[in-house]
């Protein structure tokens, strides 16, 4: 027999544990969610309730999948939704200035979940704060690799893992929870599974080198070298080959274990996503359907490996030989 209750100190407890660990400032406080859906939903809708009388928001969308499944509600129940596509948001101060008077929060994406590219939303960031608007800011990947200040009025809404998504709230936050504090939690697993998520090193000069070294089979994903993003990462698009081929023979030549298949090499293809779903409505501009088969996103802790450039290249060309035998 086991009660059908769990301790609802525990999300607490496990809190403060984070906020030690990451040793933020007094003023500031870390909360722990189920991922990252879990994390925006929660934050939203519970400020949404908390702040009631403030029926209006705003979305810079187009970067992240994680606002898609809240804004339903919120046009439904005749919030003032005041969205914009991130590519016509030119004048950051002028979309601030317009917002509502009883504008709620705003949501932000700090950087692209598969791409790594970075967004510049500091201003808009301080403006809200100015203004006494919430700014819920998602970061997928930079906060591995940038502290950025979170002042009063802001959240930052931080991915560790598929399990895990941690914000960090400024002084100001005060939503109750709605559901975390009900959830079961297990403080001394999760505390030792994000303290094992390090950041991968970045070599902006090594990245650029290693993409370009492959321009006879694969185009870099960014067009332009001045794109602002992490350099964690390798994105290349193969030439007339499928991604997911790529990476199961990739995967046989280097001997990975199966239950570490995806940690440290992906890719966009559909046959080893299943469907459309993951990527289609919120990604802008929309990729091509040929350009998610075709990318194939490698960890740049990969570059250390010997010969791995030259194992990439035979595998691409084995493949190559097998389609056109």
Aim: glycine share 4%; hydrophobic share 40%; proline share 5%.
């Amino acid at each position: 027999m086991k009660l059908a209750l769990v301790p609802l100190e525990q999300w607490e407890h496990l809190n403060d544990q984070l906020k030690i660990q990451f040793a933020l400032p007094a003023d500031q406080s870390v909360k722990i969610y189920k991922g990252m859906a879990h994390a925006v939903f929660e934050i939203a809708q519970g400020t949404a309730q908390f702040l009631s009388h403030r029926r209006s928001l705003g979305v810079v969308k187009g970067q992240t999948p994680y606002f898609d499944s809240l804004l339903p509600y919120f046009y439904k129940e005749a919030y003032g939704v005041q969205a914009v596509n991130y590519q016509d948001l030119k004048d950051p101060e002028a979309w601030v200035a317009g917002l509502k008077k009883e504008t709620n929060f705003v949501l932000l994406a700090e950087d692209h979940p598969v791409t790594g590219e970075l967004y510049d939303y500091d201003r808009i960031d301080e403006l809200l704060n100015e203004k006494k608007i919430f700014s819920f800011r998602v970061s997928h990947f930079r906060h591995l690799y940038e502290k950025d200040l979170v002042r009063p009025y802001s959240v930052r809404i931080c991915y560790w893992n598929n399990d895990y998504a941690i914000a960090v709230c400024g002084e100001r936050y005060k939503s109750p929870p709605l559901m975390a504090s009900q959830m079961n939690w297990h403080p001394v697993q999760a505390l030792e599974q994000i303290s094992k998520i390090l950041p991968c090193h970045q070599d902006k000069k090594q990245v650029q080198a290693f993409e370009d070294s492959f321009a006879s089979m694969a185009e870099p994903w960014f067009a332009s070298k001045s794109t602002s993003r992490l350099y964690d990462r390798i994105l290349l698009k193969f030439k007339d080959v499928s991604g997911e081929l790529m990476l199961q023979r990739l995967f046989d030549k280097l001997n990975v274990d199966p239950a570490q298949y995806f940690e440290t090499i992906d890719t966009t293809n559909l046959c080893r996503w299943n469907h459309f779903k993951t990527f289609n409505g919120w990604w802008e501009p929309k990729p091509t359907a040929d350009d998610l088969s075709a990318l194939v996103i490698i960890d740049a802790g990969w570059l250390v490996t010997k010969d791995f450039a030259k194992i990439l290249k035979s595998t691409y060309e084995e493949i190559q030989a097998d389609q056109n035998w």
